[in-house]
């Protein structure tokens, strides 16, 4: 049972997933992942943060009976909708009938719409104050962070941050709640993965979101999934800026498809050709394998991609194709990007990507080149002009 009084009546209540294979259905989750919700014990009101997936409601249940006993909880904020928080409500609102749920105007349309629930909704709006008795909690909406409903929820004496997906990682809590008791390492790369795969889209609202956070103590950063941030906030924080605002590292992804091997021929080549001009982070992704989830979180770390794709039915190869549209989903801005295709006897890859590419808010190379066939000493010809143009740009 997870359950940490992390400071003076606040309660981690959250649990681990370790079975689900793929969060959204859609991103692998290898090392688990953990839905957290908190309690928060006034000397008046018992008040819950968020809920957990519905899968592991019943031992949520057991987590909040452990702290309250027969008390009754009675205030459930909901800072987010999505199902994996706000999955228990219906069980939360069955054991305690006379709880008030706190949201905003959107949150409440949700719940009807999920869950059928419209006795004691409460509506607040943004920078609204809830006493508990010895403890306040303001409501700060933070919109599109990661859906329309989104807010965070502070207690300003304690200085703790209920921040919603906002500073969130995938990894379920392997005995450490606290950052100070866990390796922080992995889970700041499984921050990086967690930014790309679900809130990269949303950057320009987070970025929003920092501003209003800005001059706000905080001690403690809550977020619904990876550990609590309380040594390591600065770096959360400032990893979530530079992500917001694009800021990369040294470093070039080269993501491929190849049928036969002769993209990847080419792609072998580039590799060596960068490594000689220093670049030591050279990240290559064979996309009709590779896990599309790390691909995202490399590209949204550093600063080079490659992109290289054989023509297929005349057009872009279907996994290199589902890279670039994620890509264009998540508006994938200040990185250098070069791209080249290869071909039988039509060269619609690279046509196909310049098409897509040059709609993007990137540095575009445009010294691409179609390869025919097999290698030759005109192609390494063309891609030696692509690498000095692309080299330059990544300066
Ligand atoms: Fe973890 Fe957007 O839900």
Redesign the pocket.
């Known amino acids: 049972m997870n359950i940490y009084e992390f400071a003076q009546g606040i309660f981690y209540i959250g649990v681990n997933d370790r079975t689900t294979e793929k969060f959204e259905s859609l991103w692998s989750l290898p090392n688990g992942v953990s839905y957290n919700s908190y309690l928060v014990k006034g000397d008046n009101k018992i008040a819950l943060i968020d809920t957990v997936h519905a899968s592991l409601s019943l031992k949520y249940l057991d987590n909040i009976k452990s702290i309250i006993g027969d008390s009754t909880v009675d205030y459930l904020i909901i800072n987010?909708m999505?199902p994996?928080?706000s999955g228990a409500i219906s069980l939360i609102k069955s054991i305690y009938p006379g709880i008030k749920i706190i949201g905003n105007t959107k949150t409440a349309g949700m719940i009807e719409g999920y869950y059928g629930i419209t006795e004691n909704v409460v509506s607040i709006n943004d920078g609204d104050e809830l006493d508990l008795g010895g403890k306040k909690l303001k409501f700060i909406f933070t919109p599109m962070v990661?859906?329309p409903e989104t807010m965070m929820t502070i207690e300003q004496q304690a200085g703790v941050l209920f921040s919603g997906?906002a500073f969130?990682c995938y990894g379920a809590l392997n005995g450490g709640i606290v950052d100070q008791e866990l390796d922080v390492d992995t889970y700041i790369d499984e921050a990086y993965r967690y930014y790309s795969n679900?809130v990269a889209k949303y950057g320009i609202f987070v970025a929003k979101a920092l501003q209003k956070l800005e001059g706000i103590k905080l001690n403690y950063i809550c977020a619904?999934?990876g550990p609590i941030w309380h040594e390591q906030v600065r770096r959360i924080v400032d990893t979530y800026t530079r992500l917001c605002h694009w800021e990369s590292e040294e470093g070039v992804v080269i993501a491929y498809g190849s049928m036969y091997g002769n993209t990847q021929e080419m792609v072998e080549r580039i590799a060596r050709q960068l490594a000689l001009q220093g670049i030591k982070q050279i990240k290559i992704y064979n996309l009709s394998k590779a896990d599309l989830s790390y691909v995202l979180s490399d590209i949204c770390r550093y600063k080079g991609l490659v992109i290289a794709s054989p023509t297929y039915s005349m057009g872009i190869f279907p996994p290199v194709a589902a890279l670039v549209e994620a890509l264009k989903t998540r508006e994938i801005k200040e990185r250098v990007v070069a791209y080249f295709g290869s071909y039988t006897w039509a060269p619609m890859a690279t046509k196909k990507l310049a098409e897509i590419l040059q709609g993007m808010k990137v540095t575009l190379i445009g010294d691409s080149f179609d390869l025919k066939q097999s290698m030759g000493a005109k192609d390494e010809e063309a891609c030696d002009a692509m690498l000095k143009a692309f080299i330059n740009e990544l300066g």
């Open positions: 987010h999505e994996d928080h990661h859906w997906d969130g679900i619904t999934h």
